[in-house]
């Protein structure tokens, strides 16, 4: 279900001999299996069995600037069963393949850490155990990402489950229709694998997505979403893969806008540069993950001034200062004037805002003024 | 919407003179008006305003022994506006239950920072702000739980936003009828606020509640609510307001018995403790939040032993232990012979066990023999 995607990198491909290079039309279970071939046939052959993969890491970790993402280079490495450094994270490889392929067998999802338990287990005769914490079946996990080409998601090991959505869009899920406009206050309770889910019907124009789940409930409660034919999406805190995902299809599949309201403050803002850019960590996931078209609708500097926002003013810490400093520096960052603004304005204000300190100027205050004037202005940063 | 409860305590009457004591049918509207009224009677009668309300705090929590549940004694304190230790407090009492009485004017809901946000502002001519920490109105509200008689959701003021909800129950809520069982690998996305919730239709016959996200879409994917006829209801981590009150009404207004499933570790026994005893800083609002009835299913220490378990030791934390040494000191665990039982057994362990470790007796072990075994062997620890 994951569509081919125009930022391809080399770094992406399956680069197994079994596979021939760019073909992206076997199935997560072909590719696993096909892993399994290759390494049996090394076997067969009398030769080093080896997994070969590209390397990850901020040494093979770039910014694409036609795709406008973070992409992976094309640095591969070679992983040999017979090499004392490469023989255990060799078979915590193939041991995670072999769970991954039993839950294709069965159709059944696993977590994180599911996985992890499952893969922990001693060796029969020795005092070893074949992984001993979770980072180890985690690492495992993305190797696969790398071997197959697919999203963990596929491979069937989930993420975190997080967050809500509401609006004028129709899904099928798991036998269900499930109309996201009339699911009372609570609204749909977003998976941590969206990968199965067909969209029926997508009225909305555009997706507004927030970091606070009790922004999102003020715009529910004053139906922003009927009133402005949108999806409201919103986490609490953390972006899940789940909710990337889902971005990302309405994105690709659906052509909506996907703008992000955050806080005025680095964190914020970071949340923003992770959407849109992808990070360094899953750098070769950014074709499924990265959407360059999201949009900033706030809170700015500028805000700040305009919505007499300074009385609010909570001081930058230390935190605060070095993770601005580093997003200064960005490469995607460091020639966009828009932002470089936005940086200064922060710095010298010495001082970050709450997206709630707009409920100063009145409850719904966002909804009726904030949110409406920003997006008819086409007030975005980008 | 709160029904009467049979543990109503003397702390949780109102004690405003312009009451009637024990008497429930004041909307929380009137009870704003009445304490305003109230303050405004003191004025024209040129007494110092006061207000009289029940101290919080260890010093006036008992566990009631009848109700089963944590409550507040009958200690009272006044808070007079003539006297430079409460006059501020005074204020900002006066102040959060005047934005609370704006919110019902409007019908609007307000997060618990919005209200800071609303409350904070400088008095005119001098350089006092009515709020300057979030706490400050945090404990307003608290007070005016305490004066009202109604839980904060009442009056317009809501907790975090989190948690998922599937099984057969089809709700009213905003105009909309949800059909539980019919949304998907998402589920429901749980309100802060499930004060105004109407149930049409409950044919489940318990309710499955879990700390873990994670499991939650487990035992979702292998349609557990379906073939136990339960509800499966998470949080991920924090047990929200919203959570404990939809608990508490399908406890007391449907019968359900909820069964509480959590890691073995104090951390997941002190979640139990807090849903069925309640907890000291919300002694108040016993009545409405804790759930008597509560059962744990698991996982024990004995759980553990009987599934092998062992092996997925993990020490115990300082922390875990000072925990531990807590629980075991509670009034409501001190005689319980069960319970003492297992945290002797942790102790002697040195160890704790998470819920995911069944995992690695197989995927849907949790789902196919761990839980149908416990429910059907009633093997709880009440």
């Given at each position: 279900m994951i569509k081919p995607t125009t930022n391809t990198k080399p770094g992406l491909q399956m680069t197994l001999p079994t596979k021939k290079e760019g073909s992206k039309k076997a199935t997560p279970k072909e590719e696993l299996v096909g892993l399994g071939s290759s390494v049996l046939s090394d076997i067969k052959k009398g030769t080093n069995p080896k997994i070969e993969l590209s390397v990850r890491g901020l040494s093979n970790v770039t910014f694409d600037k036609e795709a406008k993402t973070l992409v992976l280079g094309s640095k591969t490495a070679q992983r040999y069963f017979f090499n004392v450094a490469h023989a255990k994270k060799f078979m915590q490889t193939l041991e995670v393949a072999a769970i991954s392929k039993s839950l294709l067998d069965v159709q059944k999802h696993a977590s994180l850490r599911d996985v992890f338990y499952m893969a922990k287990r001693t060796i029969p005769g020795t005092k070893t155990n074949i992984v001993d914490e979770q980072k180890e079946t985690d690492k495992a996990i993305e190797d696969l990402e790398l071997i197959t080409n697919f999203p963990r998601e596929m491979l069937q090991v989930n993420a975190n489950k997080m967050g809500s959505v509401a609006g004028k869009v129709v899904v099928e899920d798991a036998g269900d229709i499930i109309d996201w406009s009339k699911l009372g206050s609570g609204g749909w309770s977003i998976?941590?694998?969206?990968?199965h889910i067909t969209f029926k019907k997508v009225d909305a124009k555009y997706v507004l997505y927030m970091e606070k789940a009790a922004v999102w409930e003020r715009l529910h409660e004053d139906r922003f979403w009927e009133k402005q034919n949108c999806l409201i999406m919103s986490s609490q805190g953390q972006t899940t893969r789940g909710i990337r995902r889902l971005l990302q299809r309405l994105s690709t599949e659906h052509g909506l806008p996907i703008f992000v309201l955050a806080d005025n403050d680095p964190w914020g803002w970071y949340i923003y540069s992770v959407l849109k850019y992808g990070s360094i960590t899953l750098a070769h996931m950014a074709g499924e993950m990265a959407i360059p078209s999201v949009k900033f609708v706030g809170i700015t500097c500028d805000d700040v001034v305009k919505y007499e926002l300074q009385k609010h003013f909570i001081k930058l810490t230390e935190q605060d200062l070095a993770r601005l400093k580093q997003m200064q520096n960005y490469e995607w960052f460091a020639k966009n004037k828009d932002w470089q603004r936005q940086f200064k304005m922060m710095k010298d204000f010495g001082a970050k805002v709450e997206i709630q300190a707009l409920s100063s100027r009145g409850i719904s205050f966002i909804t009726e003024r904030y949110l409406p004037e920003k997006i008819k202005g086409q007030q975005f940063l980008d």
């Open positions: 998976p941590s694998n969206v990968e």
